[in-house]
């Protein structure tokens, strides 16, 4: 787990992750096609349960994953936006050179339509340059989506449509980079669970970006009574990898590089209860909830909300 995902401090942000040594190693490379159309699914989520080995898709549906030879006994998971989640064997997955999802196909509920205007507007969480302490990032090769549960207030029934969602970086200075935005209802187990956009929705920063503001006012999405979560999900492609140099402070262990996948994200410290948070990692969701750098306080994704009527 803890290899999966990370807390990142500015001033020691080459220190948190440990080296991942691989023992002997096989390479999984392919196309993942969508069954009906074959045209190549990008940006799929690629996860080992029980492991902390993945990665994505990339923008052509293809993939490349190294396999630690104590995996070859495990499951993959390949699971994207608007397609039937899959599981199978590693073994089967290292010989597969198409893999194959099945489109969703999702029975519409009933909706309510209302009219809406541009007069009122209402931001949930609002955050400040200076309010940004730390954050997060990811060297691992585990794909990993972080989410952040927003509960439904009465305040918000004048205004009750989502405009907008921003996401903080200021604290960063990231190189160019994509993500996707993700969102999700609140299941059973009050974790994240069905997907409430059904197309891809990619966010492209440009270099040293502080915010990216995602206007999803045409998708109509009414506030849910039971509340939503707002998720972060990184994208392990080529086009996110950056090689940085770690230095130990054992002075007799040499620098060592790796390959992180930006962007690093930025957080608020908060008091421990006050935000929920939930990752998908290794194939399945899970409350998160850790400490930022030397602080009692909880890391909180900074993800702001603009509502409107």
């Given at each position: 787990m803890q290899e999966s995902f990370f807390l990142v401090h500015m001033k020691v942000f080459f220190l948190l992750f440990p080296f991942l040594v691989f023992s002997q190693q096989n390479v999984?490379?392919?196309?993942?096609?969508?069954?009906?159309?074959?045209?190549?699914?990008?940006?799929?989520?690629?996860?080992?349960?029980?492991?902390?080995?993945?990665?994505?898709?990339?923008?052509?549906?293809s993939f490349?994953?190294?396999?630690?030879?104590?995996?070859?006994?495990?499951?993959?998971?390949?699971?994207?936006?608007?397609?039937?989640?899959?599981?199978?064997?590693?073994?089967?997955?290292?010989?597969?050179?198409?893999i194959f999802l099945n489109p969703k196909t999702e029975v519409l509920e009933e909706v309510i339509i209302k009219d809406?205007?541009?007069?009122?507007?209402?931001?949930?969480?609002?955050?400040?340059?200076?309010?940004?302490?730390?954050?997060?990032?990811?060297?691992?090769?585990?794909?990993?989506?972080?989410?952040?549960?927003?509960?439904?207030?009465?305040?918000?029934?004048?205004?009750?449509?989502?405009?907008?969602?921003?996401?903080?970086?200021?604290?960063?200075?990231?190189?160019?980079?994509?993500?996707?935005?993700?969102?999700?209802?609140?299941?059973?187990?009050?974790?994240?669970?069905?997907?409430?956009?059904?197309?891809?929705?990619?966010?492209?920063?440009?270099k040293k970006q502080k915010e990216a503001v995602v206007d999803v006012a045409d998708y109509d999405i009414i506030f849910p009574r039971e509340g939503f979560y707002v998720a972060f999900e990184w994208l392990y492609i080529p086009y996110n990898e950056e090689e940085v140099t770690f230095h130990f402070a054992d002075k007799k262990r040499?620098?060592?590089?790796?390959?992180?996948?930006?962007?690093?994200?930025?957080?608020?410290?908060?008091e421990e209860g006050e935000f929920t948070i939930a990752v998908y990692v290794s194939g399945e969701w899970r409350f998160y909830a850790s400490n930022a750098y030397r602080s009692e306080k909880k890391?909180?994704?900074?993800?702001s909300l603009t509502l409107s009527n």
């Open positions: 999984a490379k392919g196309l993942v096609l969508d069954k009906v159309t074959n045209e190549p699914i990008p940006y799929v989520n690629i996860s080992i349960l029980e492991s902390t080995i993945g990665t994505s898709s990339d923008d052509d549906g490349s994953l190294e396999i630690k030879e104590e995996d070859i006994n495990k499951i993959v998971s390949l699971s994207s936006l608007g397609y039937e989640s899959s599981k199978i064997p590693v073994s089967l997955f290292l010989k597969s050179e198409e809406k205007f541009e007069e009122k507007t209402k931001t949930v969480n609002r955050i400040e340059d200076s309010d940004l302490c730390h954050g997060f990032g990811s060297f691992a090769e585990n794909p990993w989506i972080i989410a952040l549960y927003f509960p439904y207030k009465e305040a918000y029934e004048e205004t009750e449509f989502l405009k907008l969602i921003k996401f903080h970086f200021g604290n960063f200075k990231n190189k160019k980079a994509k993500f996707r935005l993700r969102l999700f209802t609140v299941g059973k187990d009050s974790l994240p669970d069905i997907d409430i956009l059904k197309e891809n929705v990619i966010v492209e920063l440009k040499k620098k060592e590089k790796r390959i992180k996948y930006l962007p690093a994200f930025s957080a608020t410290c908060e890391a909180v994704p900074a993800i």
